[in-house]
């Protein structure tokens, strides 16, 4: 706020009172009165209107101060200009001060002083050491103006309403009429008048100086008394003494909790466990669960795997169904533990939240606390009767109930299923998957391969329905045979071609033709019929090697005799259909 001492520059004041001083001296009264005159006009030379002089206070009277400066009356000043943001007087009589006059005489023909305005530059100076220092000032809420309050700090200033209390304090943090606050000075521009102070500052520098010291006093293990500030998805932020922790979601009770609102509110004061404190980030980890004596201890020392609980369903979820068991300890019963004869896709169309249910406990991991639990086991398994029945050999019959990319499951028995993998299909290499020769419904009659009682696992195949065609192979194939093939399967390095069901040989890129062959596509379409030759048979590993080019050779040979083949069978390169 603007320092207005006077309308009057206070260099222009000392220059009229040297002129009316010189204004005295030129005219001097004649005579024996003239000595007194001229001492008289020299000491009103200091006493001019704008001028800061000494005084004396000597006497005190209805909330005025009486000063006597020298003059032919005595100065007034307000008894208030000596009274501090406490309230205490700082005057008293015999005290010699500095004042400033504003009037030389009032209607009384009292000189009107100020001390306040001498302050006042003490006060700018004052004000800018503070700011450059970043110096605590004690300031009076003066009254509330637009966007904020006006504080005395010896100057009116404008204290912001956003720096005039701590972060989140709310109503009850707004300052009052006549509070005196500490502020520091956080801009300052003399010229203009203009000083913005804050509260906040200073309110979060002294809270964050107590939670360092009180941090330094907390031992993890130690119970305080908290109180619940906000909330979030994750937790809940506690007040315990003036230092802010969190008592995480997983340390609210032992009894899973989806939101911590289901559990608390803010205002909520209880104790709580000092968890953990790092010193280095100030966090403080608070638990309220380890209170309490902890139920899986009583859970595991009570029940054992194979034990019968009862529950109440607690939420579902689409992999299975949460139970919760004495004292809120939660157990899971996964999908596939619900039913030997059905094939449960969502729990929820079986169970409500609420429902009471037994169930058998399968594991107990102490380590993380978790029950694995499960409703089909208090039935009979029928696996154990489907394996007592089923032969490794044997053939059954059985609709599909399911394909996926590595098999198709039948159904052997209600809630039995045995699994044809893709390799089991058939002798054929054309099918590589169950998609492609089965779908959901289908009814089969596979050949029982394996049977595991422990695992329950049964394997099928449809392919040993039929006799293996590669055992005929040596008998009914030789090198040096022409035969027709249809083309089946395209790679980068040759084509797969079918002799028959489930024989396949290889044709090499480089068997394809006599000329140079880049690419297989551009030579050979899928599903065309070619004529060449065996070149290579190897029956145990399932591989026969075919050429084009061979073909064509022999031919060629054959129109022209004298001409001599620059293909020799055992340079020819081959490559082995796995490829």
Not at 181 to 201: A, P, T
Not at 333 to 341: D, G, K, L, N, Q
Request: net charge negative.
């Amino acid at each position: 706020m603007t320092d207005q001492m006077d309308d009057k520059n206070p260099v222009e004041q000392g220059d009229q009172s040297e002129a009316q001083a010189g204004s005295l001296d030129n005219n001097r009264a004649e005579g024996p009165d003239a000595p007194m005159n001229e001492i008289y006009a020299e000491s009103m030379k200091d006493k001019e209107e704008g001028k800061i002089v000494k005084g004396t206070i000597v006497r005190m009277k209805d909330h005025e101060v009486y000063v006597d400066i020298g003059y032919k009356s005595e100065g007034i000043i307000a008894s208030e200009e000596f009274t501090s943001l406490q309230g205490v007087m700082s005057a008293k009589v015999g005290d010699e001060i500095e004042v400033y006059i504003q009037r030389k005489e009032d209607r009384q023909g009292n000189v009107v002083l100020s001390k306040s305005k001498v302050d006042q530059r003490k006060v700018w100076d004052n004000l800018g050491e503070a700011f450059e220092k970043q110096e605590i000032l004690l300031g009076k809420i003066v009254k509330q103006v637009k966007g904020g309050y006006l504080c005395s700090v010896g100057v009116d200033a404008f204290l912001p309403a956003s720096q005039a209390s701590a972060k989140g304090a709310g109503e009850a943090g707004k300052p009052t009429i006549g509070q005196v606050l500490k502020v520091k000075v956080i801009k300052f521009d003399k010229n203009r008048g203009n000083v913005v102070l804050s509260h906040r500052v200073v309110d979060e520098e002294d809270r964050k100086k107590h939670r360092s010291e009180a941090i330094q006093t907390l031992k993890q293990g130690e119970v305080r008394m908290g109180t619940v500030k906000n909330l979030t998805g994750f937790g809940a932020f506690m007040d315990i003494g003036g230092i802010d922790g969190l008592l995480h979601i997983s340390d609210i009770a032992w009894k899973r909790i989806a939101n911590p609102a289901d559990a608390l509110k803010v205002g909520d004061a209880f104790e709580v466990m000092v968890l953990g404190v790092d010193q280095a980030t100030g966090r403080v980890s608070l638990g309220r669960k380890q209170l309490e004596p902890d139920p899986w201890k009583h859970f595991a020392d009570t029940y054992k795997d194979g034990s019968v609980v009862t529950g109440k369903v607690s939420h579902l979820t689409d992999y299975g169904v949460f139970v919760a068991l004495d004292d809120g300890i939660e157990g899971l019963v996964h999908i596939s533990e619900i039913s030997w004869s059905h094939r449960v896709k969502d729990p929820a169309t079986l169970f409500t939240v609420g429902q009471e249910i037994k169930a058998m406990v399968l594991k107990i991991d102490r380590t993380t606390k978790r029950i694995s639990l499960g409703i089909k086991q208090l039935e009979p398994s029928p696996w154990e009767k489907a394996t007592e029945d089923i032969a490794v050999g044997s053939r059954i019959s059985g609709a599909v109930t399911s394909v996926t990319d590595y098999g198709a499951f039948v159904e052997i028995a209600p809630g039995v299923d045995g699994l044809i993998h893709n390799t089991d299909l058939t002798w054929s290499s054309r099918i590589r998957s169950a998609k492609e020769m089965l779908k959901i419904g289908d009814t089969v009659d596979p050949v029982v391969l394996s049977v595991d009682k422990d695992k329950h696992r049964i394997s099928l195949g449809l392919k040993q329905l039929q006799a293996d065609p590669w055992t005929m192979v040596p008998s009914k194939y030789n090198v040096g045979d022409i035969v027709e093939a249809k083309v089946v399967r395209l790679a980068h390095f040759g084509a797969f071609m079918e002799l028959e069901d489930g024989i396949e040989g290889l044709l090499h890129i480089s068997q394809i033709d006599t000329k140079r062959v880049d690419k297989v596509e551009d030579a050979l379409k899928v599903g065309e019929v070619k004529t060449m030759k065996i070149i290579k048979i190897v029956p145990e590993d399932r591989k026969i090697s075919l050429s084009i080019r061979q073909y064509l050779k022999d031919k060629e040979k054959e129109k022209n005799p004298e001409k001599t083949s620059d293909i020799s069978l055992a340079s020819m390169p081959t490559v082995e259909p796995n490829e």
